[in-house]
């Protein structure tokens, strides 16, 4: 990895409302941190180029065709249940879990099941432009510390939890914690070892303190987990108030909803990330606002599983990080770029309304619906904001985490326009990458400026 510089059209969510598109002068300097962005054609662009070429440094231009934007950011995907992506989606959570996830996940007992499954899952995700991943892996230390080893020999930043889960009234015998005191050791351990790992020292692949969830926990893990977080520094993941079971299911055992009682075992501050949360409160909301925790908007996988739609505009009135979560395999697909056009689907049926038995004027939630500069918006910089990391926009200081899209590319689903015609405005262009971009556009795919997947540029 070296410095570079790329010209050619940029697509940028300058803001959760507002996307640009414009021709640009990219230099990348040698840590993959962008060192400047300047229009072409301006004074700045050709002293950057002029430079480059002094210095011998590649300049890559691309064609009319090609665009590059940010890479995508996933705040939850659970890895070892990639083998049944697609799969049981008939099913209710509970007997989801229990009938086709548990099972499936204790099978990663065998680091030698869980290296190509992993293997496989990391480079699908690369090649679907994810820059940034948060995953769940399961409770078996080894598979779970091979994964994080796949993704930092594909380059992929990535923030890998070790689950935790004990409680018998719930959790499988074959699957789960056998004692508190195991649990957290085994965490403790699994923190330090994905620090420690060679190569790791820019902390590329992080771990995080992963209590599956309050109906899989006993009160004294999440306490102690609680306090390992702290002591640690460690960012925390868990599910948060998803469905109607689950959501009740904590109301009735602790007397509060998810977010409450997990500030009260103090899981929830900044560098949390709740998936899901379709079922919070105003108050709730203001609770993670007050922690700086983020919600992981998982739109795909609510419509099987939630039983609701995450309303993602109260959210960001309340001041709340949100970015986005495929949830594979409770969604069923590896693409963020398909999980934001749901985002836009989904909140634009609940602003509407969805019943055709009510009149329109009472059927929706008014001022729920999403732009798909919102949607472009949480699948880059609102999932590297959650995180707390400094990417997601292509700008200077930002780290290089970026797609090289070729709208024009074999196989392509994006109608680029006619021969003679204007192209789109910056929010045309997103609305179709959002809806159409499939791996055939996806060219070239860059972490922290390593070319982690796909074709030298051009």
């Known amino acids: 990895m070296g410095e570079f510089v790329i010209c050619g059209h940029v697509l940028n969510p300058a803001s959760a409302r507002h996307v640009t598109m414009a021709r640009q002068v990219l230099h990348v300097g040698a840590d993959g941190v962008i060192v400047a962005s300047h229009a072409a054609g301006t004074a700045a662009a050709t002293a950057v180029l002029d430079d480059a070429a002094r210095r011998g440094v ?10 590059l934007m940010p890479g995508f950011a996933d705040l939850h995907v659970h890895a070892p249940q990639w083998p049944q992506m697609g799969r049981a989606l008939d099913l209710p959570l509970r007997e989801w879990l229990e009938q086709r ?3 499936l996940e204790a099978r990663f007992a065998d680091p030698a099941f869980a290296a190509p499954v992993y293997e496989q899952m990391v480079t699908t995700l690369l090649a679907n432009g994810t820059t940034t991943a948060v995953f769940f892996a399961t409770i078996h230390e080894e598979s779970s510390l091979t994964l994080a080893r796949i993704c930092l020999r594909h380059g992929l930043r990535a923030h890998v939890g070790l689950v935790a889960m004990d409680d018998p009234a719930l959790c499988p015998a074959d699957y789960r914690n056998p004692s508190i005191a195991q649990a957290l050791a085994a965490s403790s351990r699994f923190i330090h070892a994905v620090r420690a790992l060679p190569g790791n020292e820019n902390a590329l692949v992080r ?3 992963t209590p599956r969830f309050i109906p899989a926990c006993t009160d ?9 977080a702290a002591a640690e520094g460690c960012m925390i993941q868990t599910h948060c108030s998803e469905s109607d079971w689950e959501h009740d299911y904590v109301r009735q055992r602790m007397g509060v909803n998810d977010t409450v009682a ?5 899981l929830l501050r900044r560098g949390t990330v709740l998936a899901h949360s379709c079922f919070m409160t105003a108050e709730d909301m203001a609770l993670v606002h007050a922690r700086g925790a983020a ?11 939630a039983g609701a739609v995450l309303p993602l505009r109260q959210a960001w009135q309340a001041g709340v990080h949100v970015g986005l979560g495929t949830d594979i395999s409770g969604g069923y697909s590896p693409s963020v770029a398909v999980n934001a056009a749901m985002a836009v689907t989904a909140a634009r049926m609940l602003d509407t309304g969805n019943d055709p038995a009510l009149p329109a004027a009472t059927r929706g939630r008014t001022d729920a619906r999403l732009t798909f500069a919102e949607g472009l918006w949480l699948a880059t910089r609102g999932g590297t904001d959650a995180l707390g990391i400094t990417a997601g926009q292509l700008a200077p200081g930002m780290a290089f985490d970026a797609i090289m899209v070729d709208r024009a590319a074999p196989g392509s689903n994006i109608m680029l326009p006619p021969a003679g015609d204007p192209d789109h405005t910056a929010e045309d262009i997103a609305q179709q990458i959002l809806c159409n971009m499939g791996r055939p556009n996806i060219r070239t795919v860059w972490v922290a400026g390593r070319r982690v997947h796909g074709a030298e540029t051009p």
């Open 262 to 266: 997990l500030d009260r075992f103090g």
């Open 101 to 103: 996830t548990f099972p």
């Open 207 to 209: 771990p995080m303190v």
């Open 295 to 305: 919600i992981a908007h998982c739109p795909l996988s609510n419509a099987y599983f």
């Open 58 to 67: 590649p300049v890559h231009e691309l064609a009319p065709a090609q665009l």
């Open 220 to 228: 004294g893990l999440l306490h102690g987990l609680g306090a390992l």
